[in-house]
Nanobody, 132 residues
């Protein structure tokens, strides 16, 4: 049974940092390209960064470029999202999701289009709240 579990969310002041983790089990982790998404109350789900199976390719939405870093440790079946210079508008539920053997170009296109469909597995999310 596949499980995807996010952790690391919390309440942080504006300008602060957080690191989110996403651990997957029940699957061969390096067979999956990964994405982080977020959804604020009353807003559409937004794909923020994506990363290839090896971790060699990443892509960031403009809203987080330069502030967030996605990475993965395939030996630990874990995906990370390091977030710096956090703003109140970063407040959202953050989710990770996995897509089996998705090519880099497909992930980038989906991120640019704001397309969050077609992912194979999702976690239940971790809440990030940024106070002003």
């Amino acid at each position: 049974q596949v499980q995807v579990v996010e952790s690391g969310g919390g309440l942080v002041q504006s300008g602060g940092s957080l690191r989110l983790s996403c651990t997957a089990s029940g699957l061969t982790f390096d067979d999956y390209a990964m994405r982080w998404f977020r959804q604020a109350p009353g807003k559409e789900r937004e794909g923020v960064p994506c990363i290839t199976r090896s971790g060699g390719g990443t892509y960031y939405a403009d809203s987080v470029k330069g502030r967030f870093t996605i990475s993965r440790d395939n030996a630990k079946n874990t995906l990370y999202l390091q977030m710096h210079s956090l703003k109140p508008e970063d407040t959202a539920m953050y989710y990770c999701a996995a897509k089996f053997r998705a090519p880099y170009a497909v992930m980038v296109t989906a991120t640019k289009r704001g397309d969050y469909s077609g992912m194979d597995y999702w976690g239940k999310g971790t809440l990030v709240t940024i106070s002003s």
